[in-house]
Every structure is written in C-alpha cells, then in structure tokens.
C-alpha cells in the first residue's frame, strides 16, 4: 500500500456558526475560528474539515449555495478566509472544504436562469420534467418531508430536489454543469485549500427515465435514496473528477454517501480506482430507525451493541488492503456521540466518552472528531419545538405531527431530543462565562446548559479530561504504524456487552477492549503475559475485570 499523509491524518470538524463568534452577532464566524486555530492545534489535529461557509440564503445552514465563490458575509469575506487558511498553514493544520454540488440554492444565477423558459442555455443545468399541476412526475419523496419535484407556474414544469424545495438538483447529465464543478474546484484548490468533502455525492447520477421509487408508502419522508443512491454513471463523474482535477493536486477527498455498500466503495476508495480518497458511510448511524418506515429516522430506541459492532466490522473488513475507512462517531448532521452510543449521565459521560474516542481511533482508518466531541459535549434535550432551528427536524415534526398524525407530539419531542441536527449544533462551550465565551450577544442557536460543566476551560485545567484523552489518541495514531495501517479481527461477535478487536502489523498486535455497560463484567482473552497496557480510561488495569464504560488497548 502506498502511505499517503492523509492515512495517518486526523480530521477536526469546524461547523462555523457555532464555532465561535468574534464580532456580537450569536453566529459564528471565520474570525473566531482563526482565534481558536492554537487549541485545534493543542489537540494534535491534523486536518479542519470547514463545513459551508459559501454564500447562501440559508435555508439549509450553508447547503444550499448561491455563490460557490463568495464567501457569506456573516462569516467574513475572500480576504479573511485567505488570513485563516495561511494562519492554518503556518501552524501545521491542513483545511478541508465542504463541496455541496448535487444541488445549488435556488438563488443561484444558473438556476434563476434556468426558471426563465424552457429554451434558457441555463435550463438544462437542472432536472425539469413535464407533469400536470397536480400529478408530479413520479412518486419521490424528499429527504425533508413532501415530494421532491416542485411545479413551476411560469414554464409549466417540475424541478426536481431530493432536499429542500430551495435546492434545485444539479443535471450532471450536462457536460458542462460538470465543467463548471470542476472550475469551482480548481478556484479554491489553487488558493492552497488541502481538499474537499463532497455533500450526498453518490446523489448525483440519476437513473435513466427516473422510475418510481419501490416503497411508495414511505413517499413523505424520503423514500428516494435507493433509487438514487450510486447511480449508473457515478464512477465515471468520479473518475473525470479525479483525472481532471484532483489527481492535479495533492489534496484529500471525502465523498458522503447515504446507502453505500463495502463493495462500492472498494470501487470510489479503492487505491488505484483513481476516484476518491474515502467515503463516508451511514451504517453505524442508522442502526436504530423507526419500525415504521414512513417515519424514517425519528426514534429514541437505544443502539443494540451486537448490530454496531458488526456495522463497523464490516467496513474495516471490507476495505482492509483495497480501499480506506473514515471513522465518525458524530458529524453536524448527527446527535452527539456520547449522547447516542454512550451514556451522558453526570456518573457515566466522561468514561464513555473516552470509551468511545479509544473504540474508534484504534481502528483502520481516517479518524473525524466533530467539534466538542473532544469535551464529551451531550445532545441538548430541548423540551419545546420553538427550541430547534433545523429545517429538516421542523419538516419532520410539521409532515408527521401536524399533517400525516402518525407521531404524538410528546413522542416526537422525544425523537427530535435523540436525533435533531440541532444537538450537534449547539454552540462550542468555551467557558462558563455567559454564553460559555461562544457570542457576547444571542446565539443563533440555544446553547446546552450544561456549558458551566463541560467547557474547553475546565477540560484543560484537568489533566484526565476527555480533551487530554482525544490528544493521546491523536499522538499515539501518529507514531504507531500498528494503529493506522494493521488489520483488524473481531473477537467474540456474540457479545453483546464487550467490543473487542485486534489489529495486526509486521508482528505486533493491538488488543482493544471496550465495555459499553454501566456494569462491571468479566471477559477473558488468550494474550501474552508480557502485553503492555497501550492506554486505559481507568488510572490502572484489573486485567481481565472490565468496569463501567471501560476501555483499554494493550500491544504485544
């Protein structure tokens, strides 16, 4: 295998406007995050992936983009975002953009072209489709409740958008639609950017004659990702990309991909399939959907140990020697990690919280962690639905509460509580200071209030705080080979209360074991009486009795 620096790498998420806030407006910006580069610095991260920061009515929080080479003018401007990628630079840290190009903002200039009639050179940049008024042009439903075609009263046509009614889906179909990607890719690389996360970016071939999905009850909420999930021409877009762009560059690439299986991505990842880097896979996020499949996502039932050990497991497999794993526990569209694999009661949050960081990191792959994951920051536990701001939890709430009555709205404060969007983004807690030193005015977006206990501050006042624990992590992935490049064996499958796995390279092997129980549990495994104890959450090691939420990796 040929060692690329982004295998040994580690990724720290920026979602700017909760990062921190430099001028008093509550939403953060790129001021604040050229203020806190030192402490993703002290945390050894290699890498800030920025999610959206282009120009945008904000109807998705940044994904749907007006401008893909302006900057939103609550976040700064060019000039600034050229300070914080040089001041990036200086100190070490690679940045990573988000590419958002299944879909624009309807503000887009293409697309307030393409509205203008039929035979607009613009049109065809979108996916329009004849239909009555009242029949749309399939059954498609959208990831955010509704249908995903919208009528347009001015030509007498439907466009299509697998999001928001406000983000149009790009036709990749059109050669030029892709040149034009590839021109907004070549604008931000040849600034020095290190990369891209591409958004849905198995969305973007469409099948030929766009059929009807097969789950047709399911058509409020979403119904649309398997017939569009790794369309017929997606290798090929990946490869043009890859040919006429990235290969260009020496620069790290992401794809999100929503319904990928291990045998795609080996294609998109694979090490000579000259397409992507990595991909980012949703299987040990979506293990706990509801049983009802018109209501998607929307659940508060607990993660089964068994089904997310064979999720992860089947990546690391899969794509051990062939292709290469990102390692997430929580991103800016998921709840937080100690809140949904963990347990985030005052007894029990800072153990597994690090049960879970040493869990992951341990594992073949490129590791994320997502802003405040390193704190052991919680879900938010809103009580009221004023409290959320996420368009697709508002649509949910709104398609199942309001309109479909298939949820309660008790249930659905519960469901919202474990799954919103809104829980991973609350704002970075700094301090204990009012509004935990994220805004001197309002925040966008409720702070958790459990900021006066979980801040950056305290965390470095305590030497055995999560935050010291993810930097251990970090360090020990840059200088084990072990750890980055090893294989990796599952042990005991069955178990439903203890994670253990092995890794193994050039004759050493790293044991990780890891209990995600409340309990204390006893687990033997045939190891060499002279294993060193690699690193533990606990200050010592009773060898073959596990406590609460405890991990430990040992090597021999």
Known sequence: MKKEWWQKAVIYQVYPRSFQDSDGDGVGDLAGIIKRLPYIKKLGADVIWLNPVYK?????????????????????????????????????LRLVMDLVVNHTSDQHKWFKESKKSKDNPYRDFYVWRAGDPKQAPNNWGSYFGGSTWEFDEKTKEYYLHLFAKEQPDLNWENPEVREQVWELMRFWLDKGVDGFRMDVINLISKPAGLPDAPNPENAAYGNVEPVVADGPKLNAYLKEMNQKVLSKYDVMSVGEMPSVKPEDAVQYTGLDAGELNMVFQFDHVTLAMNKDPRIGKWND???????????????????????????????HDRARAVSRFGNDSPEFRELSAKMLGLTLHMMQGTPYVYQGEELGMTNAH?????????????????????????????????????????????????????????????????????????????????????????????ALRHQSDLIVYGNYTELDPADAEVFAYKRQYEGKTLLVISNFTSHKVTRSYATPSAKKLLLSNYQDDHEDVLRPYEAKAYVY
Not at 79 to 89: C, G, Q, S, T, V
Not at 316 to 329: E, F, R
């Open 382 to 474: 809103f009580t009221s639905i004023k409290q959320y701001q996420d368009i697709e939890s508002l649509e949910a709430y709104h398609d199942l509460v309001d309109t479909e009555k298939l949820v309660d709205h008790e249930t659905m404060m519960r469901y919202l509580a474990t799954e919103s969007r809104d829980n991973a983004r609350t704002p970075m807690q700094w301090d204990n200071s009012q509004n935990s030193g994220f805004t001197s005015g309002k925040p966008w977006l409720e702070l958790n209030q459990n900021y006066s206990e979980i801040n950056v501050e305290r965390e470095l006042e305590d030497k055995n705080s999560v935050f010291y624990f993810y930097q251990k992590l970090i």
């Open 56 to 92: 945008s009515p904000d109807k998705d929080n940044g994904y749907d983009i007006s401008d893909y080479r302006a900057i939103q003018p609550r976040f700064g401007n060019l000039k600034i975002f050229d300070e914080l990628l040089a001041k990036a630079h200086q100190l070490g």
């Open 301 to 331: 039932a607990p993660v089964k140990l068994v089904a997310l050990k064979q999720a992860l497991s089947k990546w690391q497999t899969a794509l051990d020697g062939k292709g290469w794993n990102s390692l997430y526990w929580n991103n």
